[in-house]
């Protein structure tokens, strides 16, 4: 008996290791000491901070790993994992540092695994931050031959003196939604009982359009770094954010909100995305239970002082992000709901 014959080879490890390095480091910023290989990543902190803070957040992609396992989706699933993380931790201002991915296979296929590597590069790419190591676990025998499942860490950095915790907002703030790209990587399980249900293949389209139905629930999550940091460069005052991820409007956006507030949304600012009215109607999915599991079309909430609202819905515009006013804050009675507005 040895290592390989047991079902971990070794030898591949350490060839899919050598793959990936140049992506990797591409991702390096300026902070990043050594290279790929060692037994922990480096990195300086950004110079000019006069007190600075850390930032953590862990997250993983769900069970949309098993829709894009069965349909090649390896690259965008990096992507989703970078931004599941990175757009958590940008609610407080601070800038992404350094990213690290663990991926755990029953065998390991370098194909799916670099495409994986490669998404997650390109997430960090787009967000700013260097992809500073990660750990690949071959586990034969726990998971099934062609299966992985993901996990990612982010550290962001921002200054005290500049951290969004909400503290400010007041009633009579304005609220911004800033549009997602799809589902992103919430609700999966839902979306893969509904597509069991009426036989989806990927064959199967969108009706009324010829978008497949797979490509668009594949559809990565959109990365909200970049723009967060363009506004903070135009000084738009922006007071709390929101990640819309799990739970949806109801759940995410009065975790921005002191106490004592609420947000006050008008259902009636967007028009829902064909998607998910498809999933509603092919799910029969309970309108409460779709605004509890699913983004609906928004991703990403800013919230600004009223005067402020123009402008910062202009400069989503000009970094490529659809966005609109959602609603408002106001005064949060004593029991009173967190969220009101929402027809459910």
């Known amino acids: ?113 670099a495409e994986v590597v490669e998404g ?79 036989a989806i293949d990927a064959s199967s389209t969108l009706p009324g359009t010829a978008v497949p139905l797979i490509r668009a629930l594949l559809e990565p999550t959109r990365l909200y770094a970049s723009l967060v940091k363009q506004l903070l460069q135009h000084e738009i005052g922006i007071k709390a954010m929101a990640h819309i991820t799990g739970g949806g409007l109801p759940e995410n956006l009065p975790r921005a909100l002191p106490k004592g507030t609420r947000a006050a949304v008008d259902p009636g600012s967007w028009q829902r995305p064909a998607l998910f009215s498809w999933l509603q109607e092919a799910g029969e999915v309970p309108e409460a239970d779709l605004w509890n599991t699913f983004n609906l079309g928004v991703g990403f909430c800013l919230i600004v002082a009223p005067e402020a609202l123009e402008q910062t819905l202009s400069q989503c515009q000009l970094a490529g992000h659809q966005a609109w006013a959602l609603g408002c804050v106001e005064a949060r009675p004593e029991g009173g709901e967190a969220l009101v507005g929402l027809p459910i």
Do not use: W
Not at 28 to 39: A, D, K, S, T, Y
């Open 1 to 113: 008996m040895d290592y390989r014959t047991a079902g971990v080879d070794v030898v591949a490890g350490r060839a899919f290791v050598e793959r990936i390095r140049s992506g990797v480091e591409a991702t390096h910023r300026p902070e990043v000491i050594g290279g790929l290989g060692g037994f922990g990543g480096l990195t300086r902190l950004p110079a000019g901070l006069r007190k600075p803070l850390l930032v953590a957040g862990t997250d993983g992609v769900g069970t949309k790993l098993e829709l894009a396992q069965a349909h090649d989706g390896h690259h965008n699933v990096g992507i989703d994992l970078v931004a599941m993380c990175v757009n958590d931790v940008i609610t407080s201002g601070a800038e992404p540092l350094l990213f690290l991915d663990y991926m755990a296979t029953g065998k390991l296929s370098p194909e799916a695994m």
């Open 120 to 198: 997650i590069a390109d997430g960090c790419r787009q967000s700013g931050c260097s992809l500073l190591g990660g750990e690949t676990a071959e586990m034969p025998g726990f998971y099934g031959p062609g299966r992985y499942d993901l996990a990612g860490f982010c550290v962001a950095v921002v200054d005290e003196d500049a951290l969004i915790d909400g503290r400010n907002v007041t009633p009579g703030d304005a609220i911004v939604a800033v549009a997602s790209s799809g589902v992103h990587s919430n609700g999966f399980s839902l979306v893969r009982r509904i597509l069991d249900a009426n």
